[in-house]
């Protein structure tokens, strides 16, 4: 079931009347990806909701089917861009929303990247996968207030060529920033990198001493990224990696997306990895 026109104000709100009251949208754009990922760009119907900064994510809603917590994939004034792999039964309609459907969205929720205590200082960005999604937004800005950065370098790793997202936006980047991409199996035309994407850590050009490095992707993927960038020389305090667990009330009421003594909806997702590494290192999370 979507929101329609002639009900979708009904169900839900048009002026941010609360963070658990979904404020209606309409799809402007939708675009398919990838054979399980969608991009949507959508609309307020009446009111916008806050600007939402990189890395803080909004519960996308159905009714009828659920809501589920996206990462922002971009900003166009106040249409928000997300980008949807379809993973069950939420998402896989989300991703069959047309031009003119109506959705519920709330938010923004969570710590971003706090792009601000990297000023002056160089700049490592690492995604792996869908990892880009969250850290797309971040590299628009990196890109746009270039001038307060020093060496700005992008990595991003892959599990193929034809399963990169965005491969027009990277294009992009590397015509201001230093990017790199690597992937798992290479298709016969690929000339790029083959391997894992800590191989690329050490030809990069940032000072490992004086950077912010924010890293994206696959939990394990995280794990051996931010040990690799720390033994160079990174402290882990300017080590930042985005957590994904089950969210569902988004404002750390439910406790269902707890991590020891974090609520990651709250606290995160955008977490340092000092915070980060001893809580994940215990068996029981």
């Known amino acids: 079931m979507t929101l329609h026109e002639d009900h979708a104000v009904s169900i839900g709100s048009t002026d941010g009347a609360g963070p658990m009251v979904p404020v209606i949208h309409r799809v402007v754009a939708a675009t398919a990806d990838l054979d399980d990922t969608t991009t949507l760009t959508v609309r307020p119907v009446d009111n916008a909701l806050p600007r939402p900064q990189p890395g803080q994510f909004n519960m996308l809603w159905l ?9 922002l994939a971009g900003l166009d004034g106040d249409d928000l861009v997300h980008t949807i792999r379809n993973v069950g039964a939420v998402t896989d309609a989300l991703c069959s929303l047309q ?14 990247w706090n792009l601000a205590r990297a000023r002056g200082r160089d700049v490592l960005v690492v995604a792996g996968g869908l990892g880009i999604v969250p850290l797309g937004p971040l590299v628009d800005e990196l890109i746009s207030d270039r001038a307060n950065f020093g060496q700005v370098s992008v990595v991003i790793g892959n599990r193929s060529p034809d399963t ?19 992937v798992d199996v290479a298709s016969p035309d690929w000339t790029g990198h083959v391997g894992v994407v ?5 030809a990069v050009n940032t000072d490992p001493a004086n950077q912010i490095a924010f890293v994206c992707g696959p939990e394990v993927m995280m794990r051996f990224a931010a040990e690799a960038v720390i033994d160079r020389g990174t402290p882990a305090e300017n080590v930042l990696v985005s957590l994904e667990r089950n ?8 406790g269902r997306c707890q991590l020891g003594p974090m609520f990651i909806c709250k606290d995160g997702p955008v977490l340092p990895w000092s915070r980060v590494d001893p809580v994940l290192k215990a068996r029981s999370r």
């Open 99 to 112: 031009v003119g459907d109506f959705l519920g969205v709330r938010g923004p929720f969570g710590a971003g």
């Open 63 to 71: 009714p009828g089917i659920g809501e589920v917590p996206i990462s």
């Open 247 to 254: 969210m569902h009330c988004a404002i750390g009421h439910c």
């Open 164 to 182: 990169l997202l965005y491969p027009e936006r990277v294009k992009s980047w590397a015509e201001s920033l230093e990017v790199e991409v690597t």
């Open 198 to 202: 800590t191989e690329l850590l050490t």
